[in-house]
């Protein structure tokens, strides 16, 4: 992995991964500054400058990610998850990223960004696809503690790969990445222009030119949102008013820097017991837009007989139009 992979969040200079303390070169700052950033215990790296908050603890609260951790762990979403990984992975093969390295294929390696990953339910199935490096960002400090411990217990940090493990593995099309944990913002990424081959996008926020910059030419993104129909009969007992996902509503502010190459449906039913029904509620918007009586009684139902909805997701895979955002 090149060193200059990343960047600091506060000079821009090249910042150099380590086990124990990132550290930039300073080679930016107006007084030649190197910035230290320290590996947390759990293995994630704090690259959020106060400045760039715009609250003092961003992103999902832990109610919310304890919820979605349950949840997706007991299988609603894996139909979601393998279809992910399987259009990853076809990627990567696809344009040769995931043969044996040569010396100048190392100069384009496949270095992979999946932000908002939360705590880390795809980015996990992610590694396995074949990649060599997974930056998982998030701007939730305790998602990204969450998927850094579980990555850590498995091995998958990135300063848990020996170069032994690396050359094993280069063979090996079910290769494991390594994953480097980042609490950040989409809007500042703390990487080199044009590094990753791909990037991938589930259910977050779409910012098309922080997105344009950070990919190589022809590189991938790979957005999955709520299709129209989403959660429709969860959705009619908490509102009075239903509206509809607008779910392609951000294409035309892709259209400068990506061109649309394929769309995908995925549609799975869902029987939910009122634990699992509780759980899909706290991790969306529901859990705070709808009236509390609305929510009581619908998970009063759930208590009797498991509560039957379908989950329907749209997933865009796209492709940098080659030098539409230039390296500042």
Known sequence: MPVSLFICPLCQSPLT???????CDGSLSPKQTSHPFDVARQGYINLLPVQQKKSKAPGDSQASIDARQRFLNAGYY?????FICQQMAQLLAQDNLITEPTIEQNKTA???LDIGCGEGYYTQAMAQTGMDVLVA???SKPAVASLAKVSKTANRLWYQ????????????????????PLVTSAANLPLAPHSMAGISSIFSPILPEAFAKALQDEGYLLI?????????????????SVREHDSDKFLHELAPYFTLIATHYINTELSLSADALADLLTMTPYAYRA???????LLATAKTQAFDTEAKFVVYILQKIPSTVSAP
């Open 137 to 139: 960002a998030d701007i």
């Open 78 to 82: 894996e139909p979601l998850q393998v």
């Open 224 to 240: 999955a949102k709520p299709d129209v129909g989403h959660l429709t009969t969860i959705r009619e007992a908490l509102f009075d």
């Open 291 to 297: 009236r509390s009586e609305k929510r009581q009684a």
């Open 17 to 23: 991964p380590a086990a124990d303390t990132w550290r």
């Open 161 to 180: 790969q020996s170069d032994e493990q690396k050359g094993t593995q280069n063979n090996t099309p079910n290769k494991m990445a390594a994953i480097y």
């Open 110 to 112: 496949a270095n992979w």
